[in-house]
Each structure stands twice: as structure tokens, then as C-alpha cells.
């Protein structure tokens, strides 16, 4: 058999972690929807010096070599944040490529789930990518539009190769797109004003002068708004402030909005620019020979990015059911397609038994367009 001539490696020196980094340049060669990530940030991704996962949580990467050439990856992962809140004995797996081998990838889950075994964990769950805060979910539906920022792309191959390892569909996740082609903001103008009156709903963008303040009242209401919701595990103090710093790089203050009902923070929403826009042209590289040469094209690229992505829209319990996600929705649309002008943006993901949310997100004019899934097996 094909894989029977693999050789499964822990990534473990500099020219492993560069192979590991890079084998998304083969496997994805002609799929042209697909988006060079930039290198350094990948590997500032796996950096257990850096990452803030890593103050409470343990991973490593498997890289799968046929003839020393990289034919497949993986990252496995152990939070025990996530087990002692949930009550659960499970690991992750992500960062998952290969080629279209079903051995190779079964020895690189095999390799994985080994790992979680001598960790004493009972059952492996992914894609996630140390845990449902980062990036997450198997491509499923949708490979014909690019992935817009902090988003997975996938090749249509990969869900066999993982159902025949013996993983089973868990969960799936839901992404949105609106581009308003039916003026839904006009229509809905006159009746947020109303909501906005009739509650003493504010809603105002995040201060960058107050940065430590709205970051803290963000994370209570991200950890209070998710706590129930399946796979969730609460940001720390580290991970949030590694998130704040991301989002402060790319945000644009006027979709980084926060709702208050008579001065009480209760929800909050992140819209990003899709920096994958401009980082495409790249080729993964902000600098060539040291000279930075990428930081000088995707600086001149930024400002004519045309789509965004909506990456957190969350409400605390008690909030739901009074229209003030559909008004941090219908504002961050407002001031997209007729301030910026943006031509289109991607909310996602959802669950998909989310229905509350996901009545919100079509009732304003979303049409679902790519459909992610999660993936789990014991390893008894």
C-alpha cells in the first residue's frame, strides 16, 4: 500500500517546521481559489513561545515523508481547559493535509490519536486547531469561493480520507454571505431606529483609548454569550489579549461594535477587512532577501480590499429576541457597502443547530454558501 513507504516524523527541527509550513504550496499548486497564508504568521501559530495556548495547553505536529518529500500533516492538540469545563476526556486534531492517500492519512491520524493516548484522552475530535476559538471545520460545501480571513479551505478529497480513518461527522458549521443586493439596510433603517428607541439600545465602536476596558468587557461577554454552546471553551486572559492585539491590526474601529441597553455592555460584533484579498499576491512572503517587498504590496492592496468577514456576533442571555444582533448586523452593513464600499461580507461560522442565529442571519438577508464539519472518534 501506498503509505506503507511513509515515514511519520514529529516536527522537532527548523527544516521539519519548514516542510510543515509549506506543504500547503503542493497540495493546493492548482486549486485556484486557495490563499498563500502568510509564513510567518503560521509559524508564529505553532511557536510554543508564543502562543498563548500553550501557557495551559500541549500540541505538537506530525509531518508525513515519502522519499524525504512532505506528503501530508498534522497538528494534535490536548486543552484541559476544554475537558474540565465540559466534563470530557477528548483531543484535537488540525492543521490537517495530504495527498490523496488514504494510508498516508491514516498513518498521520494514527500518529495523532497515539498521542493523545498516552495523555490518557479517550476520544479525538477536528478539524480544530487547538480549540473552537481558532480556525476549525473540514470544507465541505463551497470550494468554488475563496476563504475569506481566519477561515479553512479544503480539497474535496479530504472527507473521505478522514471517514475512512473512521471519524464520524459530529457537528457542522454554517458560513453567511451577504452582499445586500436587496437593499436590506434601507428596509430595515426605520425599524432598528425603533428597536434602538424602544430598549435604550447604544450601539458604538470599540475605544482603542479605552483598549483595556472594552477588551475585558468583550471577554465576559464572549465567555458569558458562548457558555452553553457545543465545543466552546473560554478564552483565557493570555489568548484574549492575543486575539485583541490580531484584531486591533486588521479592524477598522466602526465595524468593531459594542451594544449597550442603558449603559450596560450586552453584546458585541467583529468585522474584519478579508486581508486574504490582499495577502494573496504574496506567495506567503512579507519580505524577499530581507528587503519587504510583500509588506510594501499588501500595504498598497489594504485599502482596495472590497469584502469583509464577520467573526464574532454575540449577545449575553436575557439580550436574544429583541432585534440587537440585527442592529449590530444592519449598522456594520450600513457603514460597509455605503461608507467603505465594500461589495460583499461573510458572516461565519454558525452552528448549524444555532437556529436562533441562524433565523437572525437570513432573516437580514444572508444566503448560506459554504458548510464546514467537524469530525470525531474514540480511540478505545
Not at 428596509?187 to 428597536?195: D, F, G, I, V
Not at 440587537?324 to 461608507?339: A, Q, V
Request: glycine letters at 8%.
Amino acid at each position: 500500500m501506498a503509505g506503507d513507504n511513509v515515514e511519520i516524523r514529529e516536527v522537532a527541527s527548523r527544516r521539519d517546521l519548514n516542510r510543515f509550513v509549506r506543504l500547503p504550496w503542493r497540495i493546493y499548486a492548482d486549486d485556484p481559489q486557495w490563499v498563500p497564508p502568510l509564513i510567518v504568521e503560521v509559524k508564529e501559530f505553532l511557536n510554543r513561545k508564543k502562543h498563548p495556548f500553550y501557557l495551559h495547553g500541549k500540541a505538537t505536529q506530525y509531518l508525513a515523508l515519502r522519499g524525504g518529500v512532505p506528503v501530508g500533516r498534522i497538528l494534535v492538540s490536548d486543552d484541559p481547559h476544554y475537558n474540565r469545563q465540559h466534563g470530557a476526556n477528548i483531543g484535537c486534531f488540525g492543521m490537517f493535509e495530504c495527498i490523496d492517500d488514504r494510508p498516508t492519512a491514516g498513518r498521520l491520524l494514527d500518529a495523532a490519536a497515539q498521542w493523545l493516548r498516552a495523555r490518557g484522552r479517550t476520544a479525538m475530535r477536528g478539524p480544530v486547531d487547538y480549540s473552537m476559538n481558532y480556525s476549525c471545520g473540514l470544507l465541505i460545501e463551497g470550494f468554488d469561493t475563496p476563504p475569506r480571513v481566519m477561515m479553512n479551505h479544503h480539497r474535496p478529497y479530504y472527507a473521505g480520507l478522514l471517514e475512512s480513518w473512521g471519524l464520524a461527522k459530529v457537528k457542522a458549521l454554517y458560513s453567511w454571505w451577504f452582499d445586500d443586493s436587496n437593499d436590506m439596510v434601507a428596509k430595515w433603517r426605520r425599524r432598528a431606529e425603533r428597536l434602538a428607541e424602544r430598549d435604550s439600545v447604544t450601539i458604538r465602536p470599540f475605544r482603542k483609548d479605552d483598549f483595556e476596558a472594552d477588551t475585558r468587557c468583550c471577554q465576559e461577554i464572549y465567555n458569558g454569550a458562548n457558555n452553553n454552546h457545543w465545543g466552546f471553551v473560554d478564552l483565557s486572559v493570555a489568548e484574549l489579549r492575543y486575539f485583541s492585539k490580531q484584531i486591533i491590526r486588521m479592524a477598522i474601529p466602526d465595524l468593531v461594535l459594542i451594544a449597550e441597553v442603558d449603559g450596560k455592555p450586552v453584546g458585541f460584533s467583529v468585522t474584519l477587512p478579508d486581508v486574504n484579498e490582499a495577502i494573496r499576491p504574496l506567495d506567503g512572503r512579507l519580505t524577499t532577501f530581507g528587503i519587504p517587498i510583500g509588506l510594501a504590496r499588501f500595504a498598497r492592496r489594504l485599502p482596495r480590499v472590497k469584502t469583509a468577514r464577520m467573526l464574532i456576533l454575540d449577545l449575553l442571555e436575557g439580550y436574544r429576541r429583541r432585534g440587537i444582533s440585527e442592529l449590530l448586523i444592519l449598522r456594520t452593513l450600513d457603514y460597509g457597502k455605503n461608507t467603505i464600499g465594500y461589495t460583499g461580507a461573510e458572516l461565519g461560522w454558525t452552528l448549524e443547530d444555532n437556529d436562533l442565529c441562524n433565523h437572525i442571519v437570513e432573516a437580514v438577508g444572508a444566503k448560506r454558501y459554504k458548510t464546514y464539519r467537524i469530525y470525531e472518534r474514540g480511540l478505545g
